[in-house]
């Protein structure tokens, strides 16, 4: 029994036509978005600068010709939006990261602008409590990405960020960043070997921190005591 | 690792749009999709009435088995040209005596009883006795309506092809109680869905068990049904359609399933039809991509094939993607005591169209369209609404119903790979 069976050649054409037009679709407005991320990305790292040149300028005008530092909370507000602004914009960065076909380099590169901002606001925070007498808290973290443990620490300190808010200052280093030097300063100065390591208004704690300790190490930095006790 | 699971996921991205636009298509290429087929029919008239035989294998059906009996008796269709043959397939309980009490003044009605031997070699038996021209099984857990059986020689007259010999039914579910079978009615109604456009490709590969109706000899010719295998109902469709025989659906011939209404019975249910449906796959492999079979080889074989693919490549991304990133997520939590209250107190919704991956994003939305659409006229296709039972049965129905099926399907590979490796 010889039987012709149908077959749909212009469906399967057709069908195949149209799954290329979808997926290209797809692509093209991938790749528009792409460009978004970029130029996204460039203008968040300007906007900062901005920021950073303004508090810059607040802190020389607060040294120079302030008595009483009467700007201090606006350099605390400045201080703490900047601070907060960089770990979003980072966040973001590293989201795009994953779905941009961002290359090895202008990633890193990005990631060592976020790691020098990050410090130099990190000093900038030592100094502005110095002569402000702001109550804050700032924690230098130190981590590295082949740290299994690590991710708890992380978790532990952003628990506490959403607690404490601008009253808290974490600056997370990324240790896995070999070309920067000012990590391998920074290493040497705080001798530091294990990961993680927290160094807590200028102490050094090495392993993860649990959550009651961090609570307890944090507290007692805080020069009002009143901050903690909300806090059950 | 990274670049491997990248080239799967797409690949089962396309292949996805692939299947989905290609049954589009076949949608879209009849005009008024629906009301063609009702007005090519007509009324429901029928030039002969042939002598069908319905046979009904029944284990430990006592509850069940007289109300599946009398939906056959109350077919619209000449008392004398119906015969009926209940099977008792070695029952334990009160089955046999309670079919034999109830058929005592009913002369169509025949009863044969035997050691349990599995429900094929049971119907193949009673086919041996049949003398219709056509035949249906009706388990005895499935309930008829009294036109389908028209509906359906109808269908067979109007086709006029001695080549087509099995119509299969509309299978819906039961007066659905529960979440489980509310669930299940939706998935059966987009399953006579797609039976619909699968029959306009020629390309069924089920019979469901309850009520197909057979082309007597032909059935008889190819050698009745499969004992060996576990869905016989599948692999007597595969078999027609390897000898270039012709399977339709009566797309509004409808019977009535009882469905499980507890996981245990669900599980097994489906692990049953994963494995029977993979042995199936595996034993008419040949015909995949084969050119003799049209459409059925080309498109229907290769969506089996690939479908069991998809499925295994669908669970994994689900399990990568959402439940590891979830475990995570919750081991997380461990370190701060589960005290999630602060971020929700600070809770900043950062929604940013940015933080949208659109390359997969556009596919997956295209296939989600596609999905929405063949549910919608799924129950435009039955004349039903689509929240008869509310809307909470469509929310798990679409989001989880398919990765509990992807789940029992990967158990059902892990057993037959494991019984296989026993047998050597």
């Not at chain 1, 990190?122 to 109550?135: M, N, R, T, Y």
């Not at chain 2, 009301?35 to 046979?55: Q, T």
């Amino acid at each position: 029994m010889v039987v012709k069976r149908r077959i749909s050649r212009g469906k399967y054409f057709l069908a195949g036509f149209l799954t290329i037009l979808i997926f290209s679709l797809g692509l093209t407005l991938g790749a528009l978005l792409d460009n978004y991320r970029v130029k996204y990305i460039e203008d968040v790292s300007r906007q900062q600068e901005a920021e950073y040149k303004s508090l810059q300028f607040q802190y020389l005008y607060l040294t120079t010709l302030e008595e009483e530092g009467q700007s201090c909370p606006v350099l605390r507000a400045t201080l703490e939006k900047t601070v907060n602004d960089l770990s979003s914009s980072l966040n973001k960065f590293l989201e795009y990261e994953k779905k941009t076909q961002l290359n090895k380099q202008d990633y890193n590169i990005a990631a060592r602008m976020y790691l020098l901002d990050n410090l130099r606001y990190w000093i900038f925070a030592k100094k502005s409590k110095e002569k402000c007498g702001l109550d804050i808290v700032n924690i230098l973290y130190f981590y590295s990405e082949d740290c299994t443990v690590c991710p708890s620490q992380g978790i532990i300190l952003s628990y506490y960020k959403k607690i404490f808010g601008e009253k808290l200052l974490v600056f997370p280093i990324n240790v896995d960043l070999e070309d920067e030097p000012m990590i391998k300063i920074l290493l040497e100065n705080f001798d530091i070997t294990t990961y993680p390591t927290l160094i807590i208004e200028g102490k050094k704690y090495e392993d993860v921190v649990r959550k009651d300790e961090l609570k307890e190490l944090i507290c007692s930095s805080f020069e009002n005591a009143d901050e903690c006790e909300e806090i059950s | 690792m990274n670049w491997l699971a990248s080239v799967v996921l797409w690949l089962t991205y396309l292949l996805s749009l692939y299947f989905a636009i290609f049954f589009v298509l076949v949608f879209i290429d009849k005009k008024t999709f629906f009301d063609n087929e009702k007005n090519e029919r007509g009324p429901l008239k029928l030039k002969k009435h042939p002598l069908i035989s319905v046979l009904i294998p029944a284990y430990n059906e006592e509850k069940t088995v007289l109300g599946t009996l009398k939906s056959v008796l109350a077919l619209d269709y000449p008392k004398n040209k119906l015969e009926v043959i209940v099977i008792d397939d070695g029952s334990t309980d009160q089955t046999k005596k309670v079919v034999e009490n109830f058929i005592k003044d009913k002369k169509q009605v025949k009863l044969i009883s035997h050691k349990n031997m599995g429900k094929a070699a049971s119907m193949n038996k009673a086919l041996k006795m049949a003398g219709g021209e056509f035949f249906a099984c009706l388990d005895a857990d499935s309930y008829v309506e009294e036109k389908t059986l028209k509906k359906m020689l109808k269908l067979y007259e109007q086709e006029n092809d001695p080549d087509l010999v099995i119509v299969t039914p509309a299978m819906k579910v039961k007066k659905p109680k529960n979440i489980l079978q509310k669930i299940q009615r939706i998935e059966y109604l987009v399953m006579i869905f797609a039976g619909r456009l699968t029959s306009h490709l020629d390309s069924l590969y089920v019979a469901p068990g309850p009520f197909s109706l057979y082309r007597t000899e032909v059935i008889k010719k190819l050698g009745g049904f499969d004992e060996t295998s576990l869905t016989e109902d599948q692999e007597i469709a595969y078999r027609v359609q390897k000898n270039n025989y012709k399977i339709k659906q009566c797309f509004d011939g409808y019977v009535e399933t009882e469905s499980p209404g507890e996981f245990k019975g669900f599980y097994k249910q489906r692990r049953r039809w994963y494995k029977g449906g993979l042995g199936c796959v595996y034993r008419y492999r040949k015909m995949v991509l084969a050119k003799k079979y049209g459409d059925f080889g080309l498109i229907q074989m290769s969506k089996n094939v690939i479908g069991f693919l998809l499925a295994i490549s669908g669970i994994g991304f689900a399990f990568y993607f959402l439940l590891w990133p979830f475990l995570k997520k919750i081991y997380n939590f461990s370190f701060i005591s589960f005290d999630i209250l602060p971020y929700i107190y600070n809770f900043d919704l950062n929604i940013n169209f940015l933080n949208f991956d659109f390359r997969k994003g556009f596919i997956v939305l295209f296939l989600f369209g596609i999905s929405i659409l063949f549910f919608y006229y799924a129950h435009v296709n039955v004349n039903e609404k689509v929240k008869k039972f509310g809307i909470i049965p469509l929310i798990p129905y679409f989001f989880v119903y398919y990765l509990i099926k992807g789940f029992i399907f990967l158990l059902s590979i892990v057993e037959l790979v494991v019984k296989k490796k026993q047998k050597w």
